[in-house]
């Protein structure tokens, strides 16, 4: 696995192409969504990018979704603030 990098709002528009970019690049890519399900899961089938739902605004949440990532596929290298 390459370095891991976590892009918030990381489906969508933007966030969309900086994740794929990163995946080019060599990174292991993990990408926040907060809302629409399907197209997190779209967004997943299509690039083969890790999806993880959570607020970036809360703390609490933002906390268990980094620990589940480490524990996933490694630990957080770059963060990319898209959201």
Known sequence: M???ALVTGGTRGIGKAISVALKE???TVVANYAGNDEAA???K???GIA???????DFDAVSAAVAKIKADVGA???L???A
Request: charged residues 30%.
């Open 45 to 47: 089938d299509e690039t």
């Open 51 to 57: 999806v993880y739902k959570f607020d970036v605004g």
């Open 2 to 4: 390459g370095r891991v």
């Open 25 to 27: 690049a060599g990174y």
């Open 80 to 82: 990319v603030n898209n």
């Open 76 to 78: 957080v290298e770059v």
């Open 41 to 43: 899961v779209k967004f």
